[in-house]
């Protein structure tokens, strides 16, 4: 049996330093030598315990035996016959959890980069060829789906519905379709000229897109099934923004970060003043809470010329939700941590804009419903950090809009709508849900999967 080779291929990065004050990918990619030479690590078990950790159920072993034979196309064909948006896996999901986390070469902590070569095909098919389209599309059916939400989710159950000869129209509330790969993760690790060319792949598959159009206001989900959809697919995510509840959030100068990572991505304050909606950056700004959500927060407010960047989190670094790669490279940035740290209020001055937070510190306890340890406020250990902007960054909950104008549906006390696990489907007829609707915030992958879970039983239901 041949030698494990346990070196994984590093990926080139551009420096912290010059990193931290430009808006360019912070991951570079592989070139075809180091895809070659990391694919060339894989021993192709029969048992494919990768494939089982892929939410989507991408064939991995195959893809990456394309590329160590050079095949590119194959590697194509043989990716995007599961997942239509390669280049954005590639880069944001958590495969270090899931794919990588079941590959045979992890019980060696040397897994195979799963995500980076994911990540090189999708670039290479982009920059080498015409995106490929399935080769034998399913006959028309006739049937007529509606899919309410372009993000994830509904990218997904959008194009698994057309490749089986359904015809489907997404309706999207806002201006460009993407959702948070557009309007929240920045560019700098997920570049925009990425996600419209996955979204164009979708849309090329003959999905219709309809921007502007806000489900719950232009037209109910009665209305759209009146209209002749035989079903509806609701993946309209998790944009309600969660707040501490003090009286002194309401400040000038404390964000949402749902509002402030908008300004930057979706209306480019980061390109002012070629774009004409700058935001407004403080010189010592904390960002509250340790998600992917608070790392790109804080990371978009250094390189927008923040001097102080704090992250304020109220457990410790082993809790932190963020990716780990994501952690790192803030840390690497200059970004300063504050464990087991939490705010007890917002301090301003006279014309009401904060310049101060008093905190208290932290320890932890006995774990709480989540299964991570609670946090306890230490008595007596109040300080305060001078800061003149604070973005919030605790979570989010699905925009009321949908549920309160559909009768029928389910939800949760959260606020999430109720739907079977097993296939999407909602308590209503001929409507089904997935991603972050149904979950509350979490991945990318999850919400693929959703869509494609949901997609196949919407088929079923048709009579596909
Ligand atoms: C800043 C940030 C960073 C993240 N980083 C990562 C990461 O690194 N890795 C990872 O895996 N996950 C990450 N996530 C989580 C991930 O992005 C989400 O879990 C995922 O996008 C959920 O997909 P979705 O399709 O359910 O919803 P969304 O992506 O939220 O898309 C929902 C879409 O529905 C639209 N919509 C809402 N209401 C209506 C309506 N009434 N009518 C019409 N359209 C409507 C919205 O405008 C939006 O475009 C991050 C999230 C954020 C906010």
Known sequence: ?????????????????KRAKNFNEVALGYSLKLAQEEAGRCIQCPKRNCVEGCPVGVDIPDFIKAIREGDMPEAVKVL??????????????????????T???????????????????????RENMKAAKPSNPAKPT??????????????????????????VTIFEALHVAGGVLMY???????????????????????????????????????ELLADGYQAVFLGTGAGLPMFLGYPSENLNGIYSANEFLTRVNLMKAYLFPDYDTPVKIGKKVAVIGGGNVAMDSARCALRLGADKVYIVYRRSEVELPARREEVENAMEEGIEFKFLTNPKQFLGDAQNWVVGMECHRM???????????????????????????VIIALGTRPNPLIASTTEGLKTTRHGTVVADEATGKTVKDKVWAGGDIVTGSATVISAMGAGKVAAADINKFLGG
């Open 184 to 222: 929240g993760i920045p560019e700098f690790r997920l570049p925009k000229a990425i996600v419209q060319a996955e979204v164009d792949y979708v849309a090329s598959l003959g999905v219709k897109i309809e921007l502007d159009a806000v489900v719950g206001k232009l037209s109910t989900i009665d």
């Open 363 to 389: 320890e932890l306890g006995e774990p709480d419903d989540s299964g991570r340890r609670r946090p306890v406020v230490k008595e007596g250990s109040e300080f305060v950090i001078d800061v003149d902007e």
């Open 80 to 101: 995007k016959s599961k997942n239509a948006l390669p280049g954005i896996c590639g880069r944001v999901c958590p495969q270090e959890s899931q794919c990588e986390a």
């Open 1 to 17: 049996m041949a030698k494990l080779n346990l070196n994984r291929v590093e990926m080139p990065r551009q420096a912290p330093r």
């Open 103 to 125: 590959c045979t070469l992890a019980k060696k902590e040397a897994p195979i980069a799963i995500g980076r070569l994911e990540r090189f095909v999708a670039d290479w098919e």
């Open 142 to 167: 006739g049937k007529k789906i509606a899919v309410v939400g372009s993000g994830p989710a509904g990218l997904t159950a959008a194009a698994d519905l057309i490749k089986l000869g359904h015809s």
